[in-house]
Protein backbone atom coordinates (compact mmCIF):
# COMPACT_ATOMS: atom_id res chain seq x y z
CA UNK A 1 0.00 0.00 0.00
CA UNK A 2 1.06 3.72 -0.34
CA UNK A 3 0.75 6.85 1.86
CA UNK A 4 1.49 10.43 0.66
CA UNK A 5 1.88 13.07 3.34
CA UNK A 6 1.92 16.90 2.32
CA UNK A 7 3.83 18.16 4.97
CA UNK A 8 1.71 21.85 5.20
CA UNK A 9 -1.91 21.75 5.41
CA UNK A 10 -1.47 25.76 4.21
CA UNK A 11 1.08 27.96 3.02
CA UNK A 12 0.50 31.51 2.93
CA UNK A 13 3.14 33.77 0.47
CA UNK A 14 3.35 37.42 -0.94
CA UNK A 15 3.40 38.01 -4.40
CA UNK A 16 6.62 37.43 -6.56
CA UNK A 17 8.11 35.27 -3.32
CA UNK A 18 9.40 31.71 -4.11
CA UNK A 19 7.34 28.73 -2.65
CA UNK A 20 7.58 25.15 -1.90
CA UNK A 21 4.77 22.81 -1.68
CA UNK A 22 6.18 19.50 0.10
CA UNK A 23 4.83 16.25 -0.73
CA UNK A 24 6.46 13.13 1.02
CA UNK A 25 5.33 9.42 0.14
CA UNK A 26 5.73 5.73 1.66
CA UNK A 27 5.69 2.56 -0.74
CA UNK A 28 6.86 -1.25 -0.69
CA UNK A 29 7.09 -1.09 -4.38
CA UNK A 30 8.26 1.99 -7.27
CA UNK A 31 5.86 4.85 -7.83
CA UNK A 32 4.41 7.02 -10.11
CA UNK A 33 4.19 10.99 -8.83
CA UNK A 34 1.57 13.46 -9.87
CA UNK A 35 1.35 17.09 -8.96
CA UNK A 36 -2.60 18.10 -9.25
CA UNK A 37 -4.03 21.94 -8.96
CA UNK A 38 -7.93 22.43 -7.44
CA UNK A 39 -9.42 25.82 -7.79
CA UNK A 40 -12.65 26.91 -5.53
CA UNK A 41 -15.40 24.57 -6.65
CA UNK A 42 -13.63 22.71 -9.49
CA UNK A 43 -12.19 19.76 -10.17
CA UNK A 44 -8.73 18.73 -10.23
CA UNK A 45 -6.48 19.49 -13.38
CA UNK A 46 -3.05 17.91 -13.51
CA UNK A 47 -0.06 20.16 -12.75
CA UNK A 48 2.91 17.57 -13.56
CA UNK A 49 4.22 14.50 -13.14
CA UNK A 50 7.33 11.98 -12.91
CA UNK A 51 6.98 8.43 -14.63
CA UNK A 52 10.55 8.01 -15.32
CA UNK A 53 14.08 9.38 -16.77
CA UNK A 54 15.27 13.20 -15.33
CA UNK A 55 14.06 13.67 -11.99
CA UNK A 56 12.95 17.37 -12.47
CA UNK A 57 9.78 17.51 -14.01
CA UNK A 58 8.49 21.22 -15.14
CA UNK A 59 4.63 22.49 -16.00
CA UNK A 60 3.98 25.53 -18.58
CA UNK A 61 3.12 27.57 -15.76
CA UNK A 62 6.47 27.92 -13.82
CA UNK A 63 5.85 25.02 -11.10
CA UNK A 64 8.66 22.49 -10.50
CA UNK A 65 9.35 19.31 -9.06
CA UNK A 66 12.16 17.30 -8.38
CA UNK A 67 11.60 13.25 -7.52
CA UNK A 68 14.11 12.76 -4.71
CA UNK A 69 14.16 8.67 -4.33
CA UNK A 70 16.38 8.55 -1.47
CA UNK A 71 14.06 10.97 0.34
CA UNK A 72 10.92 9.46 -0.57
CA UNK A 73 9.96 13.07 -1.85
CA UNK A 74 8.44 15.03 -4.41
CA UNK A 75 8.50 18.81 -3.44
CA UNK A 76 6.59 21.39 -5.44
CA UNK A 77 8.32 24.49 -6.33
CA UNK A 78 7.77 27.96 -8.01
CA UNK A 79 10.45 31.19 -8.14
CA UNK A 80 7.69 33.83 -8.07
CA UNK A 81 4.46 33.12 -7.49
CA UNK A 82 1.22 35.02 -8.85
CA UNK A 83 -2.16 35.96 -7.32
CA UNK A 84 -3.84 33.42 -9.71
CA UNK A 85 -1.60 30.32 -8.47
CA UNK A 86 -3.96 30.52 -5.20
CA UNK A 87 -5.24 27.08 -5.10
CA UNK A 88 -5.41 23.65 -3.32
CA UNK A 89 -2.44 21.66 -4.51
CA UNK A 90 -2.61 17.87 -4.33
CA UNK A 91 0.31 15.41 -4.04
CA UNK A 92 -0.62 11.96 -5.21
CA UNK A 93 1.02 8.33 -6.12
CA UNK A 94 0.56 5.33 -8.34
CA UNK A 95 2.18 1.81 -8.17
CA UNK A 96 3.92 1.73 -11.92
CA UNK A 97 3.53 -2.22 -11.95
CA UNK A 98 0.92 -4.75 -11.47
CA UNK A 99 -0.88 -5.40 -8.55
CA UNK A 100 -3.59 -4.70 -6.07
CA UNK A 101 -3.09 -0.95 -6.20
CA UNK A 102 -2.37 -0.87 -9.68
CA UNK A 103 -4.42 2.35 -11.66
CA UNK A 104 -5.74 3.98 -8.03
CA UNK A 105 -4.20 6.80 -6.82
CA UNK A 106 -3.46 7.58 -3.17
CA UNK A 107 -3.46 11.52 -2.57
CA UNK A 108 -1.90 13.46 0.38
CA UNK A 109 -4.18 15.83 2.51
CA UNK A 110 -3.63 18.82 0.13
CA UNK A 111 -1.82 22.04 0.42
CA UNK A 112 -3.88 25.74 0.35
CA UNK A 113 -1.85 28.18 -1.22
CA UNK A 114 -2.70 31.48 -0.81
CA UNK A 115 -0.80 34.12 -2.21
CA UNK A 116 -1.46 37.93 -1.29
CA UNK A 117 -0.53 40.91 -3.03
CA UNK B 1 -14.82 18.48 -27.14
CA UNK B 2 -13.84 15.82 -25.22
CA UNK B 3 -13.94 15.92 -21.28
CA UNK B 4 -15.81 14.71 -18.23
CA UNK B 5 -19.91 15.65 -17.26
CA UNK B 6 -20.81 15.99 -13.59
CA UNK B 7 -24.43 16.25 -13.36
CA UNK B 8 -25.85 18.18 -11.08
CA UNK B 9 -23.18 20.75 -9.99
CA UNK B 10 -25.43 21.13 -6.45
CA UNK B 11 -27.25 18.55 -5.48
CA UNK B 12 -29.59 18.76 -1.68
CA UNK B 13 -31.67 15.92 -0.60
CA UNK B 14 -32.97 14.89 2.31
CA UNK B 15 -31.79 12.57 4.79
CA UNK B 16 -32.71 9.12 3.96
CA UNK B 17 -33.05 9.19 0.27
CA UNK B 18 -30.93 7.44 -1.96
CA UNK B 19 -29.21 9.93 -4.31
CA UNK B 20 -27.55 9.06 -7.99
CA UNK B 21 -24.70 11.08 -9.04
CA UNK B 22 -24.00 10.86 -13.43
CA UNK B 23 -20.66 10.56 -14.53
CA UNK B 24 -20.05 10.85 -18.37
CA UNK B 25 -17.16 10.75 -20.52
CA UNK B 26 -16.13 11.02 -24.41
CA UNK B 27 -12.54 10.48 -24.06
CA UNK B 28 -13.52 6.83 -24.76
CA UNK B 29 -11.50 5.78 -21.61
CA UNK B 30 -11.83 2.31 -20.32
CA UNK B 31 -10.77 2.77 -16.22
CA UNK B 32 -13.43 5.40 -14.69
CA UNK B 33 -13.40 6.33 -10.47
CA UNK B 34 -15.45 8.03 -8.11
CA UNK B 35 -13.71 9.96 -5.05
CA UNK B 36 -14.97 11.58 -2.18
CA UNK B 37 -13.43 15.23 -0.70
CA UNK B 38 -14.03 16.36 2.44
CA UNK B 39 -11.83 19.29 4.02
CA UNK B 40 -7.98 18.28 4.86
CA UNK B 41 -8.67 14.79 4.10
CA UNK B 42 -7.49 14.75 0.03
CA UNK B 43 -9.23 12.76 -2.24
CA UNK B 44 -10.61 9.02 -0.66
CA UNK B 45 -11.38 6.24 -3.26
CA UNK B 46 -15.16 4.86 -3.50
CA UNK B 47 -15.39 2.92 -6.27
CA UNK B 48 -13.25 2.43 -9.12
CA UNK B 49 -13.91 0.30 -13.18
CA UNK B 50 -11.50 -0.92 -15.21
CA UNK B 51 -13.67 -2.58 -17.75
CA UNK B 52 -17.74 -1.88 -18.40
CA UNK B 53 -19.43 -4.65 -16.68
CA UNK B 54 -16.92 -4.89 -13.69
CA UNK B 55 -16.02 -1.94 -10.80
CA UNK B 56 -14.28 -2.85 -7.35
CA UNK B 57 -14.63 -1.04 -4.20
CA UNK B 58 -12.38 1.41 -2.99
CA UNK B 59 -11.33 2.17 0.25
CA UNK B 60 -14.57 3.67 1.27
CA UNK B 61 -17.23 2.12 -0.53
CA UNK B 62 -20.07 1.53 2.58
CA UNK B 63 -23.04 3.30 1.48
CA UNK B 64 -22.01 3.82 -1.88
CA UNK B 65 -22.94 1.56 -5.15
CA UNK B 66 -21.89 1.91 -8.88
CA UNK B 67 -23.16 0.50 -12.27
CA UNK B 68 -20.89 0.44 -15.52
CA UNK B 69 -23.03 -1.01 -17.94
CA UNK B 70 -21.65 1.25 -20.82
CA UNK B 71 -18.35 2.37 -21.17
CA UNK B 72 -19.29 6.42 -21.22
CA UNK B 73 -21.25 6.17 -17.93
CA UNK B 74 -20.26 5.32 -14.11
CA UNK B 75 -23.20 6.60 -12.29
CA UNK B 76 -22.73 6.73 -8.31
CA UNK B 77 -25.96 6.33 -5.81
CA UNK B 78 -25.31 7.54 -2.44
CA UNK B 79 -27.53 5.41 -0.58
CA UNK B 80 -29.17 5.93 2.98
CA UNK B 81 -26.93 3.82 4.70
CA UNK B 82 -24.34 6.09 3.87
CA UNK B 83 -23.67 7.89 7.42
CA UNK B 84 -22.18 11.08 6.42
CA UNK B 85 -23.00 11.67 2.75
CA UNK B 86 -22.51 15.33 2.69
CA UNK B 87 -19.22 15.93 0.38
CA UNK B 88 -17.93 17.04 -2.68
CA UNK B 89 -17.71 13.88 -5.27
CA UNK B 90 -15.43 13.30 -8.31
CA UNK B 91 -15.29 11.17 -10.78
CA UNK B 92 -12.06 10.34 -12.94
CA UNK B 93 -11.66 8.57 -16.15
CA UNK B 94 -7.93 7.17 -17.38
CA UNK B 95 -6.56 5.33 -20.38
CA UNK B 96 -3.81 2.85 -20.32
CA UNK B 97 -0.48 2.99 -18.05
CA UNK B 98 1.46 4.97 -17.48
CA UNK B 99 -1.55 7.70 -18.12
CA UNK B 100 -2.88 10.34 -16.06
CA UNK B 101 -6.06 10.71 -14.26
CA UNK B 102 -8.53 13.24 -15.68
CA UNK B 103 -11.14 14.45 -13.37
CA UNK B 104 -14.67 15.94 -13.50
CA UNK B 105 -15.94 19.34 -12.58
CA UNK B 106 -17.51 17.63 -9.38
CA UNK B 107 -20.47 17.84 -7.34
CA UNK B 108 -21.49 18.87 -4.26
CA UNK B 109 -23.78 16.66 -2.49
CA UNK B 110 -25.49 18.30 0.45
CA UNK B 111 -28.24 16.26 2.80
CA UNK B 112 -30.33 18.14 5.09
Known amino acids: AQSVTQLDSQVPVFEEAPVELRCNYSSSVSVYLFWYVQYPNQGLQLLLKYLSGSTLVESINGFEAEFNKSQTSFHLRKPSVHISDTAEYFCAVTPNAGGTS ?16 | DGGI ?25 DAMYWYRQDPGQGLRLIYYSQIVN ?37 CASRQGMPDTQYFGPGTRLTVL
Open chain 2, 54 to 90: DFQKGDIAEGYSVSREKKESFPLTVTSAQKNPTAFYL
Open chain 2, 5 to 29: TQSPKYLFRKEGQNVTLSCEQNLNH
Open chain 1, 102 to 117: YGKLTFGQGTILTVHP
